[in-house]
T-cell receptor
Framework: EAGVAQSPRYKIIEKRQSVAFWCNPI?????LYWYQQILGQGPKLLIQ????????DSQLPKDRFSAERLKGVDSTLKIQPAKLEDSAVYLC??????????????FGEGSRLTVL | AQSVAQPEDQVNVAEGNPLTVKCTYS??????LFWYVQYPNRGLQFLLK??????LVKGSYGFEAEFNKSQTSFHLKKPSALVSDSALYFC????????????FGGGTRLMVKP
């Protein structure tokens, strides 16, 4: 079974530039999450999708971050314009259907962003 | 609001000795609890979870964890540590009554020395 795919693995940009990260979850997984992991910290939830609808985006800095999952499969996270404090690893995760909250998340390897 | 605390930034243990990585949580309802491990430049890998039933749960690579409701703890344990267990460990909680949001602790670095 293929895992969660993310790209790019690494990205270096200058502040005020834009960047986009792509995630393809495990086939059939309805729930998709984007987490931000700053060095030395635990992952922080940015946004959660159920199919193509947003379940929770309360911690997403909406003035600069956006995310979409148009067809309920793959997802894109965009940052525009980037700030120095956005330097982090962006993790995508998915969870299978019908778990009722008991399921574990499956994570991709992450996209490491460095903002100069 | 739900939260997780991992009081130790780092745990050092000699190979062959037992290890414990501590985790306490706070939720308003009933918790689902998880442990994940992260190796360098990799994503998080699921180790084990507590949903209901037996307070002692067993997971991958010989790890186990004990759920203690009165102390709101879910400590990770292993009877005999291996050098290859050296990694970053994260505890996470999901409030049963508050949707599917999974909240992570700050992580504990486990160093196992030969």
């Amino acid at each position: 079974e293929a895992g969660v795919a993310q790209s790019p693995r690494y990205k270096i940009i200058e502040k005020r530039q834009s960047v986009a990260f792509w995630c393809n979850p495990i086939s059939g997984h309805a729930t998709l999450y984007w987490y931000q992991q700053i060095l030395g910290q635990g992952p922080k939830l940015l946004i959660q999708f159920q199919n193509n609808g947003v379940v929770d985006d309360s911690q997403l800095p909406k003035d600069r971050f956006s995310a979409e999952r148009l067809k309920g499969v793959d997802s894109t996270l965009k940052i525009q314009p980037a700030k120095l404090e956005d330097s982090a690893v962006y993790l995508c995760a998915s969870m299978g259907p019908g778990q009722g909250g008991t399921g574990e998340l499956f994570f991709g390897e992450g996209s490491r962003l460095t903002v100069l | 609001a739900q939260s997780v605390a991992q009081p130790e930034d780092q745990v050092n243990v000699a190979e062959g000795n037992p290890l414990t990585v501590k985790c306490t949580y706070s939720v308003s309802g009933n918790p689902y609890l998880f442990w994940y491990v992260q190796y360098p430049n990799r994503g998080l890998q699921f180790l084990l979870k507590y949903i209901t039933g037996d307070n002692l749960v067993k997971g991958s690579y010989g790890f186990e964890a004990e759920f203690n409701k009165s102390q709101t703890s879910f400590h990770l344990k292993k009877p005999s540590a291996l050098v290859s267990d050296s990694a970053l460990y994260f505890c996470a909680v999901r409030d049963v009554d508050a949707g599917n949001m999974l909240t992570f602790g700050g992580g504990t670095r486990l160093m196992v020395k030969p």
